[in-house]
């Protein structure tokens, strides 16, 4: 018996060695808070409303640091992952809150970026999740490859400082948890 308890142990111990060491790679390209800020260059929305939220022409090509606000939060999205349909209508409530507050509003931007999505997947997750901020196909996957391909959803908040370099303030991946607490944290010493 004693044996046995061995072998299973040793076996256990060597799974739970490749999980971790899994775990750890699958992660090791991710964004931190306190990195530099990928070079993503996106393509401003036709919808003339949407370009004037970013404070981007419409139809005109741009990069994050180049949106108007102060702090701009970024979900990697795919329409096909269940946990970022699960968690839609807390990002939803994460735009209606920002767009509630007259402070806020001006300051803070939320866009997604659908990994692997194309055009039409994007427009699909938008009408069935009634999601009312720019959301941007990557159908290439290559804004995915350029933030580590990193699981979804994974968010991440930049700071922009017209003094200097954009600053990674939060990256993680999974729900957001506490919306207030989400967005306290990510707007502090920014927004007065």
């Not at 750890?24 to 919808?47: C, F, K, N, V």
């Not at 979900?75 to 699960?86: G, H, L, N, V």
Request: a negative charge.
């Amino acid at each position: 018996m004693t044996g046995c308890f061995k072998v299973c142990r040793s076996a256990m111990l060597v799974w739970l060695g490749l999980m971790l060491l899994f775990a750890a790679s699958a992660s090791a390209g991710a964004p931190r808070a306190g990195d530099a800020l990928p070079a993503i260059e996106l393509e401003a929305p036709t919808d003339p409303g949407l370009s004037a939220y970013l404070g981007v022409d419409a139809g005109s090509h741009f990069t994050i640091p180049e949106i108007k606000a102060r702090v701009v939060i970024v979900e990697i999205f795919s329409m096909y992952c269940p946990y970022c349909q699960k968690e839609a209508p807390n990002v939803n409530a994460l735009f209606d809150k920002i767009q509630a507050d007259s402070k806020l509003r001006p300051l803070v931007k939320l866009i997604g970026i659908g990994a692997g999505n194309s055009a039409y997947e994007v427009q699909v997750f938008r009408d069935t999740y009634k999601i009312r901020f720019p959301l941007f196909p990557d159908g290439d996957f290559s804004i995915h490859k350029c933030v580590g391909e990193v699981r979804t959803p994974f968010f991440m908040a930049v700071q922009l400082d017209p003094q200097g370099p954009p600053q990674l303030v939060y990256a993680a991946a999974g729900a957001l948890q506490d919306v207030d607490a989400f967005l306290q944290k990510v707007t502090a010493g920014v927004i007065p």
